[in-house]
């Protein structure tokens, strides 16, 4: 008899996101489901490790009534505590999401969604970090029922090929009904631009502080790239390798001159 899969589900939105229940539900036929998710959001986070306090995990329930565990560290801290023993079984796939809002381009840097993915991958475990290219209205009610089925469909797909070492799947789902999604591209990654500006006050005392506000980040929906996927109504999916040594600049920064003295002015 075939083993059972053990799938991990992690998130940065916190371990009660409802994209994350969505997920878990979806991914159950496919083996084991354990979570081990942020106890709060971590959105934007990047990939973090803490090692200046002890972690604490509880347990606790999600809206289903299955069981989680809840940790006060990064979704990177969940999965690092999850392979290193916090789980008694081995781990054969993570996923981490659904996050609400997608992760495009160099939002990646940025990404505690993605960053959970990266853990795994540097524990040697396939990994997927799962996107909806949502509202931005934290209002509006979102249906992650659809992104869920596509990240099952892609989740069962990587258990029967497996992805060569260092290598994670970034996908971003479009918001859109489940019959209206036009397919899946496979893609690299886009240019990203960002519209922040500094926003600048005084406390009560007088002293400054900051906020970076902006609106939402937009992109250049190139052919082949995940923005131009996402915006043709397609599933992207990109492959992103851990190595970020800039391989075609290699040859050319070996022909500069290290031993020349230092220019002053």
């Not at 081995?90 to 840097?109: A, E, H, Q, R, W």
Request: aromatic residues 6%.
């Amino acid at each position: 008899m075939e083993n059972v899969k053990h799938i991990l589900v992690t998130n940065d939105d916190g371990v009660m996101a409802p994209g994350l229940l969505a997920l878990v539900q979806a991914l159950r036929p496919l083996g084991k489901v354990s979570v081990v998710a942020p106890d709060h959001n971590w959105s934007v986070a990047g990939h973090v490790k803490t090692l200046h306090r002890p972690l604490r995990v509880k347990e606790t329930k999600l809206a289903d009534g299955s069981l989680a565990l809840m940790c006060d560290g990064a979704p990177s801290d969940c999965v690092a505590l999850a392979y290193m023993g916090l789980l008694s079984e081995p781990i054969d796939l993570v996923v981490s999401g659904i996050n609400p809002v997608p992760n495009l381009g160099t939002d990646l840097t940025y990404s505690g969604t993605v960053a959970a993915a990266m853990e795994g991958v540097i524990w040697g475990i396939q990994s997927i970090a799962v996107s909806l290219d949502g509202p931005h209205d934290p209002q509006q009610q979102i249906d992650f029922s659809p992104a869920a089925k596509i990240a099952a469909r892609i989740s069962a797909c990587v258990l029967r090929n497996r992805l060569p070492k260092g290598v994670l799947l970034n996908v971003n789902v479009p918001f859109l009904k489940l019959e209206e999604i036009r397919g899946y591209r496979v893609t690299r990654l886009g240019e990203r631009m960002y519209h922040d500006f500094l926003v600048r006050r005084e406390d009560p005392f007088g002293r400054p502080y900051y906020w970076i506000g902006g609106d939402p980040p937009s992109g250049v929906p190139e052919d082949g790239t995940d923005i131009g996927a996402l915006a043709a109504g397609f599933v992207s999916i990109t492959p992103v390798h851990m190595d970020m040594t800039a391989h075609h600049f290699l040859s050319r920064l070996q022909g500069w001159d290290w031993e020349s003295p230092a220019v002053t002015s």
